[in-house]
Each structure stands twice: as C-alpha cells, then as structure tokens.
C-alpha cells in the first residue's frame, strides 16, 4: 500500500487487516500504528487490527468481525 505494509489486505472490499503483536503494545508502535492508518483511511481504505490473542482464542469472533465489515449481510452479528 505504496509505502505501507499491512498484514491482509481485500482490494475488492479495501479493506486491510492487521494481526499485532506485543511490540505494537508500545507506545511508538501505537503511534506509527495510527499514522498507517491514517494514510490508509485517506486513500479509501479500511483498516480492522487483531491481536494475535484474539486470533487463536475466538478465530469465529475475529473471522465474524471480518465479515460483518465486508457484507453485514453474511455476518452471524445481529
């Protein structure tokens, strides 16, 4: 995403997914966390973050949030 990297992205959908670990739990990897996000959201693009927890401990939850963003339609969300 020009000088950006995201982890997942749905050029489709534009929509990015970020999967974080700990080291976006500091303070400067929040910070250059926003600014991507920032620039991505200029460009028309939508970004959904996870931590990697969530991931493996509710991957239905993550992978429900994920579609409800796409087509609320599909979701299993009310």
Excluded at 34 to 43: A, H, Q, R, V
Excluded at 60 to 72: E, K, P, R, S, T
Aim: aromatic fraction near 10%; charged fraction near 30%; include cysteine.
């Amino acid at each position: 995403m020009g000088d950006r990297v995201v982890d997942f992205f749905c050029a489709e959908a534009k929509l990015a997914i970020e999967l974080d670990g700990s080291g976006h739990c500091r303070h400067f990897g929040q910070t250059s966390d926003l600014d991507k996000e920032l620039e991505l959201y200029e460009k028309g693009i939508r970004v959904l973050r996870f931590h990697n927890r969530e991931v493996f401990e509710n991957l239905d939850g993550v992978l429900n949030a994920i579609i409800y963003a796409v087509d609320q339609e599909k979701s299993l969300w009310p």
